[in-house]
């Protein structure tokens, strides 16, 4: 254990409080839990037990020596309570905090600088793994197949319907307007109620004529400047 912990004495951790720990984590880790990164508090007193940070795959472990050294207590946060991570510069050291879910902040201070940008840095790794979880991908052998399904699909649907296709270009008129020709003023025609006229229709009926207007302007019989201009006349009826 002793020697799997050493890539981390590499930012001047102290060697005592690594021995420390690593003597206890063999313990405290998870199935499937890794050490990504160790940090050590490098106090101006020499005499005062420092903390540490211990940052895994699953968790932040915030270690305490109690007893003159003797005791450590753990306090451990999973990356899904915590809410954001923090990283202040000051004379002597830095702080690294961090806030979980419920609004609760843990901070602690006289972390060498660059042990606090490199938890912070790790912090973040992790933190965008939970917002933003890895998608498995999908086989290309597999995603051809689909791929090629599909095609087959849209092959049989494009044959069956080639011939209500051709029978509704029949009903189309020959050529469609293009873009400039809607600008000209359309006169809208009147519709074919017979002798009756649109203030002879009750409401209920404009209502109607509006609503079928409206479908064939869906369905692409009409142009929008002739339902508009049908609408426009209904409505001064109603």
Do not use: H
């Not at 791929?147 to 469609?176: L, R, S």
């Amino acid at each position: 254990m002793k020697e799997q912990f050493k890539k981390f004495l590499n930012e001047e951790q102290d060697p005592k409080a690594i021995e420390k720990i690593t003597s206890k984590l063999n313990d405290l880790l998870m199935k499937g839990e890794e050490i990504g990164y160790i940090a050590v508090q490098k106090k101006p007193a020499i005499t005062v037990f420092p903390d540490s940070i211990v940052l895994t795959n699953k968790r932040i472990i915030i270690c305490q020596p109690k007893n003159l050294g003797l005791s450590m207590d753990f306090t451990d946060y999973t990356w899904d309570n915590v809410a954001g991570a923090f990283v202040k510069e000051n004379i002597l050291g830095s702080e690294f905090s961090f806030n979980t879910n419920t609004d609760f902040s843990i901070s602690i201070d006289y972390i060498p600088k660059i042990q606090a940008r490199k938890i912070y840095t790790y912090a973040k790794e992790q933190l965008d793994l939970i917002k933003n979880p890895v998608v498995a991908e999908t086989p290309i052998v597999e995603t051809a197949q689909v791929v090629e399904e599909e095609d087959d699909i849209e092959d049989e649907v494009e044959e069956v319907e080639t011939e209500e296709v051709t029978n509704y270009a029949e009903i189309m008129p020959a050529t469609t307007p293009s873009y400039t020709e809607t600008y000209e003023p359309i006169q809208p025609a009147q519709p074919a109620t017979g002798d009756r006229k649109l203030s002879d229709l009750s409401k209920e009926e404009l209502f109607d004529k509006l609503q079928n207007y409206k479908k064939l302007l869906d369905n692409g019989l009409i142009m929008q400047g002739e339902y508009d201009a049908y609408k426009k006349e209904i409505l001064s009826y109603m």
